[in-house]
């Protein structure tokens, strides 16, 4: 017989856990030091923003150095342990998701072999490589599409994942655009109630960061490899991000309306899951700092082509992410990566490229029938049988067409009344007959029968006697 992959897959998750533990114990994360750090600073004045840590500056809001002081107070090997811990069940969290948004009622094994697959992405392993917060951002924001797509009030979510990192903020928009107010104005004030909460902790440093630090790239390498975003490319092209002419902000600014013109179509078919990986993709493209394990919204990308039936763009984009070549090419201040150098370039901004085609095949699909004929499930019906959508015309011709209503018989010219059932009818007497009398039965037999005349009216329909032979 032949075996079941599913055992195998299972080991191999197995396999990853063991290994992301074990390095979570003995490796020190750069940017998970960077944001245990903050949380010790977060509480004395303006120094989050004012100060290095490990080297590097606090880039986050001051939300998300408050999320960080419980665990500031624990050891940190065993605090990475069970950050790490918690952004795989995050990301598997995240995985289920992204399967109910594609239509599926995800089994474990299914969840098992979609986690297993994506920890192979580098966006998802350089996210555990530096303890970074991508994981939880993705399970928050697509908790909250879950429960739009179910027509249930969202919002928290995304407002906390706005608050964290500011990136998330434009689902609050799509939210908007899609006329979904109740849930942005949700989201919106979750968002504020977050930030004024990091205000009370932490008011000098809150001003600092909102007086205009959060919008300072030169905090950051913007020329660094790892930077995807339309942004960096024109910096490293022309040399440095103090080349790039002022007008080019209409360039994220268009992309940034285009993607959410997609994704708001894409949910007026009620397909929750391609808009949110279009605004994840359009999210990326519009901000100015778009690192390699930013992209992780990948995830829902992917399954939005396979559910498409697009399984070779899938599986390149698969191999894209995983072996991520921009890293083969020359980085690290090396001179090749300024300028425009032809394919190399694009290697380079491989994973930019991979964005804007997303965005252009979403947009060229709104062309075609929606959703593919996929299964739409309801999580409160799960009693019932599947609802499939016919579009494709091979689908609509297995389907019988309805059944005509029946056309009423219009009341007839004459009615008769019958008596009701309960009336009770008189049978008729019976007539007397006389005692039976042998002599006079016999003498009525032998007498001949009597004629009647006819009447004159009946005389004409009888036939005429005729005379038989004389004997």
């Not at 949380?39 to 960080?68: C, E």
């Not at 285009?258 to 279009?278: K, T």
Request: one cysteine or more.
């Amino acid at each position: 017989m032949r075996r079941s992959p599913f055992p195998a897959v299972y080991g191999l998750l197995a396999a990853q856990i063991v290994a992301v533990l074990l390095f979570a114990a003995f490796w020190d994360s750069l940017d998970f030091r960077i944001y245990r750090l903050g949380g010790d600073a977060v509480t004395q004045g303006a120094d989050l923003y004012l100060k290095r840590h490990a080297g590097l500056w606090y880039t986050n809001t001051p939300f998300a150095a408050t999320l960080f002081i419980p665990l500031a107070e624990l050891p940190l090997a065993v605090a990475r342990v069970l950050w790490q811990s918690a952004s795989v069940g995050a990301f598997a969290w995240a995985c289920a998701m992204a399967l109910k948004l594609a239509g599926h009622r995800p089994s474990r094994r299914v969840i098992a072999t979609t986690v297993a697959l994506g920890l192979l992405l580098q966006p998802m392993w350089q996210s555990i490589f530096l303890g970074q917060v991508n994981p939880f951002l993705l399970a928050l924001v697509l908790t909250d599409i879950r429960r739009v797509s179910l027509n249930r009030a969202a919002g928290i979510g995304i407002g906390i994942a706005a608050a964290i990192k500011l990136t998330p903020g434009i689902f609050i928009v799509m939210l908007l655009v899609t006329r979904r107010f109740k849930d942005a104005f949700i989201a919106g004030g979750t968002f504020a109630l977050c930030t004024s909460i990091a205000y009370l902790i932490a008011p000098e440093a809150s001003r600092v960061y909102w007086k205009g630090t959060f919008c300072d790239t030169s905090r950051v390498g913007v020329t660094y490899i790892s930077n995807q975003s339309p942004f960096a490319a024109a910096a490293r092209i022309l040399g440095s991000a103090n080349d790039v002419p002022g007008w080019f902000f209409a360039v994220p600014l268009a992309l940034g309306l285009a993607g959410l013109a997609v994704a708001a179509l894409w949910a007026r078919r009620n397909d929750w899951l391609a808009a949110a990986a279009v605004t994840g993709t359009t999210g990326l493209l519009v901000s100015p700092i778009s690192w390699a394990h930013h992209w992780l919204w990948v995830v829902p990308a992917l399954l939005v082509l396979v559910r498409n039936g697009a399984r070779v763009p899938a599986a390149g984009a698969y191999l894209l992410f995983a072996l991520s070549p921009l890293w083969w090419t020359p980085h690290g201040g090396h001179r090749l990566q300024f300028g425009f150098h032809g394919p190399l370039t694009l290697v380079a901004n491989c994973y930019l490229v991979a964005g804007l085609a997303f965005l252009a095949y979403m947009a060229a699909a709104l062309r075609g029938p929606a959703g593919r004929g996929q299964v739409v499930r309801r999580e409160r019906d799960r009693d019932r049988p599947p609802r499939i959508t016919a579009t494709s015309p091979s689908i609509r011709a297995k389907i019988p067409p309805p059944r005509p209503l029946p056309v009423p018989r219009p009341p007839s010219a004459v009615t008769t009344t019958s008596p009701p059932a309960t009336m009770a009818t008189t049978p008729a007497p019976r007539a007397a007959t006389a005692p039976f009398r042998p002599k006079r039965a016999a003498r009525a037999r032998a007498r001949p029968p009597a004629t009647t005349p006819a009447s004159p009216d009946s005389a004409a329909t009888m036939a005429p006697i005729r005379p038989g032979p004389m004997e």
